[in-house]
């Protein structure tokens, strides 16, 4: 586990100080804005000038320029991304204008959640809309055995401590291939990998998207399912059904290659089961590995979502079962212990 330099005295006089440097004001105080789960950590700094936050992005452990770079094709294609007001790329710091406390997950609910995803549709569709430029990279087949990967080594081996027999684990490799030719064969297009309210600011003419470093070359249903079946966040199937059904329709009026609406959701589906078994594998290495042990919490709605979904297809009839006959058993005896 790397430790979290952010929190260090020295690290943190160097923040504040540039800080008030920036901003001209000598008085500004500083709080910590949001946890993160790699090693930017982002601080919320108030005082005559109002309120900025500045991005710790602690040289040698995280690199701004991905982000800055993504940032400008954005802008350039007109989505609403963070005002950036000064940098210091050596130190590791970015002043950025303040887009608020809540992120839109915290801010959805029953009542608004239409409108809100009518209009962070809109952004995604912008964003899918981009020309991918050459030599970007790609969500292909090196990131989808990764994640696979994942899903095996730290879900299974070491959170369930799980051991399967060559049948299931044919089983598994039989889903899992048939997850990763079906991602590989939609239509590949700018993909955020991340396009969920938590990632999403709740500002006027937004939604404001964040966390866009990692933009790839990727499946045209990645992003959809990311939105609507997010990692903190859960909604009635009914109801992501009908969301996704109206991306499709806005996103054939946009002109984008998305197939017959009973593909484009069966695909979604396949995508959203991808993306679920990697999120598990992921939550449990931050656990074990970097000791951030509140993701495990989330387990339970990864599980729930390949509950309703899994029944939906045959083809991955084999990921069902070991869903029913080894994960849940494996979690229910780790909750009494």
């Known amino acids: ?89 050596d130190a590791g ?15 959805l609910d029953d009542g608004n959640a239409d409108a809100w995803f009518d209009r962070a549709m809109e952004q995604l569709i912008r964003l899918q809309s981009i020309p991918v430029p050459e030599g970007f990279g790609h969500f292909g087949e090196a990131l989808l055995q990764r994640d ?27 889903a899992q291939r ?38 790839v070359r990727g499946p045209i249903a990645y992003d959809p399912v990311s939105l609507f079946k997010d990692a903190f966040l859960s909604w009635p199937l009914e109801r992501v059904d009908g969301w996704l059904a109206r991306y499709h329709e806005r996103a054939l009026a946009a002109g984008l290659p998305v197939p ?24 449990s290495r931050l656990h074990y590995r970097d000791g951030k042990s509140h993701y495990l919490e989330d387990v339970p709605r990864f599980v729930a979502y390949l509950d309703e979904v899994l029944p939906r297809h045959p083809q991955l009839s084999a990921l069902r079962s070991l869903l029913e006959d080894r994960i849940k058993p494996a979690l229910a005896e780790r909750a009494a212990r």
Request: with cysteine; net charge negative.
């Open 1 to 89: 586990m790397t430790p979290d330099t952010s929190l260090e005295p020295q690290r943190a006089r160097q923040r504040l100080d540039w800080a008030r440097h920036q901003l001209g004001d000598g008085a500004a105080d500083i709080e910590r804005a949001s946890v993160d789960a790699g090693f930017r950590s982002y601080w919320r700094v108030t005082g005559d000038a109002g309120s900025h936050i500045v991005m710790d992005a602690p040289p040698g452990l995280e690199d701004p320029r991905p982000w800055l770079r993504m940032r400008e094709l954005l802008l350039a294609h007109g989505l609403r991304v963070p005002a950036l007001l000064a940098q210091d790329l």
């Open 93 to 107: 710091f970015l002043l950025l204008e303040d887009l608020g406390a809540p992120t839109l997950a915290r801010l």
């Open 148 to 174: 696979a990967g994942l899903f095996d080594e730290w879900f299974l081996q070491r959170h369930l401590g799980l051991a399967l027999d060559c049948g299931e684990i044919e089983g598994l490799q039989l």
């Open 178 to 215: 048939r997850l990763m030719d079906n991602a590989l064969g939609q239509a590949q297009l700018m993909t955020h990998r991340d396009f969920m309210p938590r990632n999403l600011m709740p500002v006027e003419d937004g939604p404001a998207v964040l966390d866009f470093q990692d933009l």
């Open 260 to 283: 017959d609406r009973a593909t484009f959701l069966r695909d979604a589906d396949w995508m959203g089961v991808q993306r679920h078994l990697k999120i598990l594998g992921i939550f």
